[in-house]
C-alpha cells in the first residue's frame, strides 16, 4: 500500500495559480505511475493528469490541458500539479492517486484502475 497525502490547495482568483503536492510513502517501489483526479459536489470524480515514475511521460484530460503540469520529483517521492489559469469550474477537491499497472492513456482515466488514494485537497477558484 502506498500512502498519499497532498498539499497545497486553496482559494484563488480565476486566472490565478495554485501547486498541489502529493507526497507518497510506503510501497512505492512498484508504482508505475501517479496522477491527479478532481471531484466537483455531485459530480464523479474524474481524470485530470498522471505521469509516469521513471519515463516522466504525462497525459492530460482535455479540459486542463495546456493549463495544468503534471511533474515528479523521484528522489522525494513526490508529484506536483500546476494549475496556471485557474477557471471557477476547476473547483473541485483533487486527490493523488497511485498505481502499479502499466496504464495507457485510456486506461489511465478510470479511476478503478489506481490503486491507492489520498485523502484530497480542496481547490476553489473565485470569478
Known amino acids: 500500500q502506498v500512502l498519499l497525502v497532498e498539499s497545497g490547495g486553496g482559494l484563488v482568483q480565476a486566472g490565478g495559480s495554485l501547486r498541489l503536492s502529493c507526497a507518497a510513502s510506503g510501497r512505492t517501489l512498484g508504482s508505475y505511475a501517479m496522477g491527479w483526479f478532481r471531484q466537483a459536489p455531485g459530480k464523479e470524480r474524474e481524470f485530470v493528469a498522471r505521469?509516469?515514475?521513471?519515463?516522466?511521460?504525462?497525459y492530460y484530460s482535455d479540459s486542463v490541458k495546456g493549463r495544468f503540469t503534471i511533474s515528479r520529483d523521484n528522489l522525494k517521492n513526490t508529484v506536483y500539479l500546476q494549475m496556471n489559469g485557474l477557471k471557477p469550474e476547476d473547483t473541485a477537491v483533487y486527490y493523488c492517486a497511485a498505481t502499479s499497472l502499466v496504464l495507457t492513456t485510456t486506461q489511465a482515466m478510470d479511476i478503478n484502475k489506481w490503486d491507492d488514494w489520498g485523502l484530497g485537497t480542496q481547490v476553489t477558484v473565485s470569478s
Open positions: 505521469v509516469d515514475w521513471t519515463g516522466g511521460s504525462e
